[in-house]
């Protein structure tokens, strides 16, 4: 590409090593589109490209890699930004009130966990709050999402030993928390004692990560059990 010298109005021509829009005149050349600046801005353009190498098998091919490359990130940045890589839960709540013969109800609270497609799950902790209408809430860890401790030992057998894994009713200390893997499903349940002929609020929360992130993840559900109906009240339970 060959540019001429500035023409000014004086009659001088002052030499130019690059004229202003460079781009724009380079851009013409590799299209063999004519491009002539405009006589008002003093500038008159010789645009000369004896070889195009964008229309050339090489060059279409390094374009089309560009672009493949681009979609490709703009695919995955789409998912991003649309929560694609979000760990999905599912938890479903079902509640039974029996009353006692101490005058207040027990409530029964059943958790239904579902591990969705993306992800495993690693389960920190999981608790459950009721709130008896103008009552103090009431806390309740739900300790079995808890892994439990474990030992091995060896049995023997006519033929050697073998091993076997005894389970340990306490927490572990070195892999405490439980993992949900994708399709995975589980049940928990807890119980409390609420006054009776008063509305309870449940809610049940659970925050977990996935392995190897520190990104926290919180999932919530929440229910309300009614007080029972005079009609349809159920046979007291014995304390």
Not at 12 to 18: K, L, V
Not at 43 to 51: M, Q, R, S, V
Not at 67 to 85: D, K, N, P, Q, T
Not at 158 to 167: A, F, L, M, R
Request: aromatic share 8%; hydrophobic share 40%; net charge positive.
């Amino acid at each position: 590409m060959v540019y001429k010298s500035q023409i000014f109005p004086d009659g001088q021509t002052r030499g130019a090593s690059h004229p202003p829009d460079v781009g724009l005149t380079r851009l013409a050349s590799c299209f063999d589109i004519p491009f002539v600046r405009p006589e008002s801005r003093g500038w008159t353009d010789t645009l000369k490209c004896e070889n195009n190498m964008f229309w050339s098998p090489d060059g279409i091919s390094k374009v089309a890699q560009a672009g493949a490359i681009v979609a490709g990130g703009m695919y995955f940045l789409y998912r991003l930004v649309s929560g694609f890589f979000i760990t999905n839960l599912s938890i479903d709540l079902a509640c039974e009130r029996i009353p006692n013969r101490e005058g207040d109800d027990y409530l029964q609270i059943i958790i239904r966990l579902k591990k969705g497609d993306r992800g495993t799950l690693v389960m920190h902790e999981a608790q459950v709050r009721v709130t008896p209408e103008k009552r103090e809430p009431i806390l309740l860890t739900i300790e079995s999402a808890q892994r439990l401790s474990f030992r091995a030992q060896k049995l023997p057998t006519p033929k050697g030993y073998v091993e076997k894994v005894e389970i340990i009713w306490k927490r572990s200390e070195r892999a405490p928390f439980l993992n949900l893997s994708p399709g995975e499903e589980t049940v928990f349940s807890v119980y409390a004692r609420v006054p009776r002929d008063i509305l309870c609020t449940i809610e049940v929360v659970l925050v977990g990560r996935k392995p190897l992130y520190r990104a926290t993840g919180q999932w919530r559900a929440s229910a309300v059990v009614l007080p029972n109906k005079p009609a349809e009240k159920k046979e007291i339970v014995e304390p």
